[in-house]
Every structure is written in C-alpha cells, then in structure tokens.
C-alpha cells in the first residue's frame, strides 16, 4: 500500500501559478505511476497529467497542456504538479493518485491509490 497526502492550493487570480504537491509514504514510490486529476461538484474527475515511474514521460489532458507541468522526485517520494497561466476553468478539487499498471493512464478507475484532494480556486 502507498498512502497520499497533498499539500498546496488555494485561491489564485487568474493568470497565477500554483503548485501542488503529493507526498507518498508506505511502499516504495517508484513502483507507481502517478498522476493528477479534478473535479468539480456533479462533474466526473477529469484527467489532468499522468507520469512514469522514473519521470521520463509524462502526458496531458489538451486542456492543460503547455500550462501544467508534472514531476516528481523519487527521492523525496513527492509528486508535484506546477500549474501557470490559470484560468477560471481551472478551479476544482485537485487529485493525486498511483497506479501500477503503466497504460490507460487518463482512466480514473486505473488507479489504486488516491490523496485526500485539495481545491485550487482561480478567480477572475
């Protein structure tokens, strides 16, 4: 098991930056895929990035990509995810989670592990 606990977020102006973070505890951190969802209140979680085990590749949602970045560090067992230019459409709960497997990475039901969220509000 791998436990996930966030930390950052907030309220933003629009055109801010904000970055989350996501500290794993348990088994080792590099086993896992890791990825960053949201969703807003009646929506389903919307994929928003997704990384490899080791950082070497990552993916997008169309709606964020250029604007968030995703990382990690492996040694620190912290994912983190770096988000410019917000805009309004941004604002939601923002998830953290692991899976093992290393395809279907925008599947929400792919991944085994989730942290607790944290609402990023971007104001206009």
């Known amino acids: 098991q791998v436990q996930l606990v966030q930390f950052g977020g907030g309220l933003i102006q629009t055109g801010g930056s904000l970055r989350l973070s996501c500290a794993a505890s348990?088994?080792?951190?590099?086993?896992?895929?890791m990825g960053w969802f949201r969703q807003v209140p009646g929506k389903e979680r919307e994929f928003v990035g997704s990384?490899?085990?080791?950082?070497?590749?990552?993916y997008y949602a169309d709606s964020v990509k250029g604007r968030f970045t995703i990382s990690r560090d492996n040694g620190k067992s912290t994912l983190y995810l770096q988000m410019n230019s917000l805009k309004p459409e941004d604002t939601a709960m923002y998830y953290c989670?692991?899976?093992?497997?290393?395809?279907?990475?925008?599947?929400?039901?792919?991944?085994?592990?989730w942290g607790q969220g944290t609402q990023v509000t971007v104001s206009s």
């Open positions: 989670a692991a899976r093992t497997k290393s395809t279907n990475y925008e599947v929400a039901t792919e991944y085994t592990y």
């Open positions: 990384i490899s085990w080791n950082g070497a590749y990552t």
């Open positions: 348990g088994r080792t951190f590099s086993r896992y895929f």
